[in-house]
T-cell receptor
């Protein structure tokens, strides 16, 4: 089966510019996650969707970050305006919904490396 | 609140030696525990998971981990390191506390010397 797809793989922007990342999860996976991974740290959850509804966005900086998953399939994460501290790898992951509960194993995409100068 | 602590940001072993990567967690409810591996410029890949069945869990590439509730630990081991094991390893805990939430540790980078 195809894995989680992300694009672009790399992006360099100047501070105060905007950027968008795209993710297509594994077919049939109802739960989708966006993580921010700063160099030398573990992934930090930004937002979690179940189908097209938000389950958890408590760590999403909502003044500059937004995410949507309109049709319950692919998703877009946007940053506007970007700051230097947003330089990180943005990982998308998905997991299967079983019996009404999200499965525990997450499948990760390759990530998008963002550099803000 | 739940948390994950990985002891040692860097671990170096010789090829053929035992690999031991340490992970301690805290959770107010029974947790599910995971080890993921990340190779350079790639996403995370699941190595193994503990979901309240057998406490000794075997994963891919010869890795295994043992859930010890009394020690709140889930250390990752491999009897004999291979050069291809050089990567970053992340321990993660998932628990249900008003919602399903996963927390990742800071990671341990494994170096394997020839």
């Amino acid at each position: 089966e195809a894995g989680v797809a992300q694009s672009p793989r790399y992006k360099i922007i100047e501070k105060r510019q905007s950027v968008a990342f795209w993710c297509n999860p594994i077919s049939g996976h109802a739960t989708l996650y966006w993580y921010q991974q700063i160099l030398g740290q573990g992934p930090k959850l930004l937002i979690q969707f179940q189908n097209n509804g938000v389950v958890d966005d408590s760590q999403l900086p909502k003044d500059r970050f937004s995410a949507e998953r309109l049709k319950g399939v692919d998703s877009t994460l946007k940053i506007q305006p970007a700051k230097l501290e947003d330089s990180a790898v943005y990982l998308c992951a998905s997991s299967l919904l079983k019996g009404g509960r999200t499965d525990y194993e997450q499948y990760f995409g390759p990530g998008t490396r963002l550099t803000v100068t | 609140a739940q948390s994950v602590t990985q002891l040692g940001s860097h671990v170096s072993v010789s090829e053929g030696a035992l690999v031991l990567l340490r992970c301690n967690y805290s959770s107010s409810v029974p947790p599910y525990l995971f080890w993921y591996v990340q190779y350079p410029n790639q996403g995370l890949q699941l190595l193994l998971k503990y979901t309240s069945a057998a406490t000794l869990v075997k994963g891919i590439n010869g890795f295994e981990a043992e859930f010890k509730k009394s020690e709140t630990s889930f250390h990752l081991t491999k009897p004999s390191a291979h050069m291809s094991d050089a990567a970053e390893y992340f321990c993660a805990v998932t628990s249900f506390t008003g919602g399903f939430k996963t927390i990742f540790g800071a990671g341990t980078r494994l170096f394997v010397k020839a």
